[in-house]
């Protein structure tokens, strides 16, 4: 139906510098720290990525503060910054100015992104932290579930975008569970639209659920990560980005 749309591909790119402090912890800028998140954005945007996603945590656990620095400088690129909604962030995105912010729940003990942003539970919190990167320029994004409460909060708090997690989906695909929780995006994706929100979507989408999850409405956006680090270690960054965005354009 419209699977033919065109869909923007933000590569996330975090697992690239996973990799390298796997080893370089502490001493990531030694000569020898590989491999280079930056030169996987590089290639990524050379492959035809929309954009580089990148999620600077509290623990520093993967990218670090002079890869997004040096990322941001890339020519052509569009940077989209993950962060958590703490002051010391704000400060940090104040300063980088990246075209897009998309905030997120951040815990330490998580292996990565778990849930969505609660945006019901801590409104004042989040819309301040709205108001401010919107000030600064940022395009500002709600990394939430696909649940009309939280796609409201979000609407009121000013972000003109919304990026709907489709964990919940991804890991169901394949079982019984998938169709309810496609149905769960798809009106997720009606409500977002119909409050004039941008919707963009991402979390555990692969080459094979890619083809299910562009048949969802009104998607911007696409943000995508393990799997296409996953599939450039076998193929190369070029290839595996090129073949990522054959899927959704
Ligand atoms: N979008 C958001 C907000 C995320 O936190 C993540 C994971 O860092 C992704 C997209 C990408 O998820 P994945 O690595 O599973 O493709």
Redesign the pocket.
Known sequence: MNSKRTILL?V?I??AATLRQARYRGVHQSIHAEPSPVSFARESLLAGADGI?V?LREDRRHIQEEDVYAIAQLPGVRLNL?MACTAEMVVFAKKLKPAAV?L?PESREEV??EGGLDVVKQFARVKETVQALKAAGCEVSL?IEANAQQIEAAHSTGAPVV?L?T?AF?NAWKTPAADKEFERLRLGCEKAKQLGLIVNA?????YDNIKKIITLPHLNEL???????SRALMIGVRPAVAEMKAHIS
């Open positions: 933000g996330n975090d697992h996603t999620h993950e998309c997120v990565t992104t990394f990026e997690h964990g991804a991402g979390h555990g989408i692969n943000n995508i990560g393990h799997t296409i680090v």
